[in-house]
């Protein structure tokens, strides 16, 4: 079946980087376009980037535009999120997605960022 397993999330200062990792498996990973969602206290699960299937394209919420950067591992069956400048806002579970007629979520690695 599918499964999907988030990890790297922690707590850092504001300003500072993590790198989220998201293993994949139960499906031709090559074949799909992988999403990353964050869903902060309070709010609804949003969007905040995707990668194509072969890796080449990419899309990013305005929120997370040049400070995030998705990018996939076809071989390794992973699909990752590096985080850079991070905010107060950026605050949320964050989740991997394997989007399209169902939705797969992973279980959500806990990002907090504060002084």
């Known amino acids: 079946q599918v499964r999907l397993v988030e990890s790297g999330g922690g707590l850092v200062h504001p300003g500072g980087s993590l790198r989220l990792s998201c293993a994949a498996s139960?499906?031709?990973?090559?074949?799909?376009?992988m999403t990353w969602y964050r869903q902060a206290p309070g709010k609804g699960r949003e969007s905040i980037a995707n990668v194509s299937p072969d890796g080449t394209g990419t899309d990013y919420d305005e929120s997370v535009k040049g400070r995030f950067t998705i990018s996939r591992d076809n071989g390794k069956k992973m699909v990752y999120l590096q985080m850079d400048n991070l905010r107060s806002d950026d605050t949320a579970v964050y989740y991997c997605?394997?989007?399209?007629?169902?939705?797969?979520w992973g279980q959500g690695t806990q990002v907090t960022v504060s002084s």
């Open positions: 997605a394997r989007t399209g007629i169902t939705t797969y």
């Open positions: 139960g499906f031709t990973f090559r074949d799909y376009i």
